[in-house]
């Protein structure tokens, strides 16, 4: 299906995509759904013992992984759910302590649930996010990067995302002159157009 975009970041997401035939995450729009991350090594794949440290790299992975598929990491999560193996005050404290690390701005909601098992014998949590992420025109598309500066105010787009094959590499800063020649034919013409990575 074209509209939905599919990503799974270096290393550990590409084996998990080879291995089990799954993505990291999926863009559908504005939207973009993880798949719930562990406290993996995301290189190799190993997982950390100490329930502390797997639920902070748990969060780091999800960060890695929104940024990836174009968000802007844990800012743009509305929702999370987290699933543990056991659900203790331990394990709830630690949640707790990443939510106001990586979203201190804002209250995603969030829903807790304890399970027996996890989809690896090592794995102690598993966090599941789905975020607000506006997609930007990407540079090396100048036809959209064109059309959407003639729609943008001033017609100057800041953070334009930089992209090759679909998946952003760094932020752009964009500009575009314009006039409008309402006198004779109502239109707007492009003047000068430039970007320069940030």
């Known amino acids: 299906m074209s509209h939905l975009q599919y990503y799974a970041y270096a ?7 080879r291995n089990f035939s ?8 504005d939207r973009i759904e993880c798949a719930g991350q562990g406290g993996w090594d995301p290189v190799s794949g190993e997982f950390h013992k100490e329930i502390n440290e797997q639920i902070d790299q748990a969060f780091k992975n999800v960060e890695l992984n929104l940024r990836d598929a174009g968000g802007e990491a844990w800012s743009q999560v509305f929702r999370v759910n987290s699933y543990h193996v056991p659900i203790n005050n331990e394990a709830l404290a630690a949640v707790v302590r990443n ?19 996890l989809g690896e014998d090592d794995m102690r949590v598993e966090i599941e996010v789905v975020a607000y992420g506006p997609t930007t025109p990407s540079a090396s598309h100048p036809e959209s990067l064109m059309t959407a500066m003639m729609e943008s105010p001033n017609g100057n787009i800041k953070q334009v995302s930089q992209s090759s094959s679909g998946q952003p590499t760094g932020t752009s800063r964009a500009f575009i002159k314009v006039f409008t020649d309402t006198e004779t034919t109502g239109s707007t013409r492009i003047r000068s157009l430039y970007y320069d990575t940030l």
């Not at 799954?22 to 729009?29: E, K, M, N, P, T």
């Open 22 to 29: 799954y993505s990291q995450a999926v863009r559908i729009g």
């Open 11 to 17: 290393d550990h997401g590409l084996r998990q995509r």
């Open 99 to 117: 939510f106001r690390h990586y979203v201190p701005d804002h209250q995603p909601i969030w829903t807790c649930i304890g399970v027996p098992r």
